[in-house]
Each structure stands twice: as structure tokens, then as C-alpha cells.
């Protein structure tokens, strides 16, 4: 993330990274089933270490990398990027879907699939033009950061600040969300396959509400403003865990879990809407992929551990009150510490001159 960071915004919008990236996706069948998988037969820690680098460069990384593209191209070409990231969770609920249907078929037809998907993106980054590559050259030219100024941002204390509430909030995404309630909701059902099923279908209703709210909450964050909108997020994900917790019925904790659908775009669009107000448009890229999807994987690696452990010991539920303690503490961190809107950083790309009230 860090490296794809660094390297975008010095590519400004020119897409050889994304061409590269889109190669890898368009592999993925392949790579899959003739290498990974024999790999991890034949020697378990050569093919997991083989899988995460195909696997990170191709996808956990590039996700992040797509994102701050698109959010750049909105700002140069005068479209809002929520409306365009809504498609993205539109596509996210249609392949949810489809792998629930194909994964007990045939689990190798997923990543054949995903190489056919992958073709078409590429295809799309080769032969999509939406301005001339001399402009590209001149603007990026123009406006790109040096290393020295990538490099500044670390020493940065506005950018800890954002790092430590993405750290608190942000990576309970994975932690809560993608480890730890999808085998509680399934364990409220009768049987693993009924879970399954229901949650496979649950899961799907969250994106399509998430899709939805994307263009509605880009519209509201040009009314809350950017701090706000995240206070609003953590909020919001503070009530829907404690709700997971409080409940014991598979109808009422999915009606929480559907909150999910507003917290996401709150969080995503409200960090892109801080990082262009308090820093230079030009470390975007690096931002949201350094002090945004790399804090909350790192805050995944450290917290995944003892929290697992705590959910064995004490239960699902009284976890999540635990985790409610520390998202509650990364609201508390973002009211005291997270900017005002009316305070802006553009002077440098490092934010460290330039404030204006």
C-alpha cells in the first residue's frame, strides 16, 4: 500500500500502476490453480508467502489504490466521487452473490471468473483515454510531490492523529465485520448451512443499502462537512456493534448489521473529504493508502490476536462490548484531536504551512 502510494502520486493520473495492477487480476485463475494451490500442498509456507504477494498486489492493495485514482479523476474532471464509488458496492453485491451460488459447485470457477473481470479492466486501463497523455505529463509535472515531501508526511503529527482514529475505528471493519460476526450470525441459526445462506443473503442487502447511501452521503458531507461526517461514522458503528451485543435474535441483530450499509460511506468519503481539506491534493494517494487502508490493517495484525483470544474465553457478545470500549475511545480521540473544517493545510504538500481560518 505504501509502495502504490508513493508510486501514484508521483504518476499523478497516468495509469501505468493501474495497468500493472489490472495484469495481475487478470491472472488470477491461472496463478490460483496451477500455483498457488499445488504450492500450498507441497510446501505450506512457500505457497502462503507466494499467495500474499500475488494476492496483496493484486487485490488487498490495489483496492485502496483504485479508490484514491478515481477520487483524483472526480477532482480533475468535476464528478462526485461518491456517486462513482457507489458502482463499485453495486459490483461488490452482484460477485457477493455469485460466489455464494458458485463456491460449493466449483471454489476454482471464482477465480477464473475474477481473471475474466481482471481481462476486462485491463482492457479498459489500455484503451480508455479521458485526456491526452501530454496534459497528463504537464500536470504531473506541475504538481507532484517530491520524495523528501512523501517522506515528511511520517514526521507529520496531523497525520498520527488521523492514524491513531483510523487505528481505533477503521479496523474493526475487518476485526468485527469479516472475522468475528459472520460465524456469530451464523451460530443463531439451526444449522451452519442455514446461517450460511441467510447471512450470504444479509451480507448482499448491506451493499446494495451501501451502494445507495454512497451517493446520499456524498451529497450530505458537502453539508456536514468532513469532521463531522466521521464523527458521524464512528457513531454510527459504535451503536451498530453495541447493538450486536445487546441483541439475541437473528431478525433484530440484522437489522443492526444493515447499518453497516451508512457507516461505510461515511467513513470513505468523509477520510477523502479530510485529506483534500487539510492536506495537498497532491499526497492523496499516499494518504488514504498509508493513514487509512495501511493503519487499519496494521491495527487488524495487532488486535486480531487478543481479541480472538477474549472471544474464546468470555463469548461473541461480551467482545463486542470490549470493542464498543474502543471505538468509543477513537470518538472521544476524533472530536478532541481530528481538525475543523474551516482550518485548511494547502500551502505544502507536507501540510506543515499555510493555515487558513
Not at 42 to 68: D, K, P, Y
Not at 69 to 76: F, G
Not at 163 to 170: A, E, N, Y
Not at 246 to 251: E, K, V
Request: charged share 10%.
Amino acid at each position: 500500500m505504501v509502495i502504490y502510494g508513493f508510486i501514484q502520486d508521483k504518476l499523478d493520473l497516468k495509469r501505468t500502476l493501474l495497468i500493472f495492477v489490472s495484469a495481475i487480476m487478470a491472472l488470477a485463475g491461472p496463478f490460483v490453480q496451477f500455483v498457488y494451490a499445488p504450492l500450498l500442498k507441497m510446501n505450506l509456507v512457500l505457497g502462503a508467502a507466494v499467495g500474499g504477494v500475488f494476492l496483496s498486489a493484486g487485490f488487498i492493495g490495489s483496492t485502496g489504490l483504485f479508490e484514491a485514482y478515481v477520487e483524483r479523476l472526480s477532482r480533475r474532471h468535476g464528478f462526485e466521487f461518491g456517486q462513482a464509488r457507489m458502482w463499485g458496492s453495486f459490483g461488490y453485491a452482484i460477485v457477493a452473490l455469485a460466489a455464494g451460488l458458485l463456491f460449493p459447485i466449483n471454489p476454482y470457477m471464482l477465480f477464473w471468473i475474477g481473471s475474466c473481470l481482471g481481462v476486462v479492466e485491463l482492457a479498459i486501463q489500455i484503451f480508455w483515454h479521458p485526456e491526452t497523455e501530454d496534459n497528463q505529463s504537464s500536470r504531473a509535472a506541475a504538481s507532484t510531490p517530491s520524495l523528501n515531501e512523501m517522506v515528511s508526511l511520517l514526521g507529520n503529527a496531523r497525520v498520527w492523529i488521523v492514524i491513531g482514529f483510523v487505528f481505533l475505528s477503521w479496523t474493526f471493519y475487518t476485526v468485527f465485520d469479516q472475522q468475528m460476526f459472520p460465524a456469530f450470525y451464523t451460530s443463531l441459526f439451526d444449522t451452519e448451512a442455514m446461517g450460511q445462506n441467510a447471512y450470504g443473503v444479509l451480507n448482499s442487502i448491506q451493499v446494495f443499502l451501501e451502494a445507495i447511501m454512497m451517493s446520499v452521503v456524498a451529497i450530505a458531507v458537502r453539508r456536514l462537512g468532513a469532521r463531522k461526517t466521521l464523527l458521524l461514522g464512528v457513531a454510527v458503528m459504535l451503536v451498530r456493534i453495541l447493538l450486536c451485543g445487546l441483541f439475541d435474535t437473528a431478525i433484530l441483530i440484522s437489522c443492526a448489521k444493515l447499518f453497516h450499509s451508512l457507516e461505510v460511506p461515511l467513513f470513505v468519503l468523509g477520510i477523502f473529504e479530510y485529506f483534500s481539506l487539510h492536506f495537498s491534493s497532491s499526497l492523496s494517494a499516499t494518504l488514504y493508502l498509508v493513514a487509512f487502508n495501511l493503519a487499519s490493517q496494521v491495527g487488524n495484525i495487532i488486535l486480531s490476536a487478543p481479541l480472538g483470544s477474549l472471544r474464546d474465553r468470555i463469548g461473541y457478545q461480551p467482545t463486542f462490548f470490549v470493542i464498543v470500549g474502543v471505538v468509543a475511545v477513537a470518538a472521544i480521540w476524533a472530536f478532541l484531536l481530528l481538525e475543523k473544517d474551516e482550518h485548511t493545510y494547502h500551502a505544502s504538500p507536507s501540510g506543515e504551512a499555510g493555515l487558513q481560518q
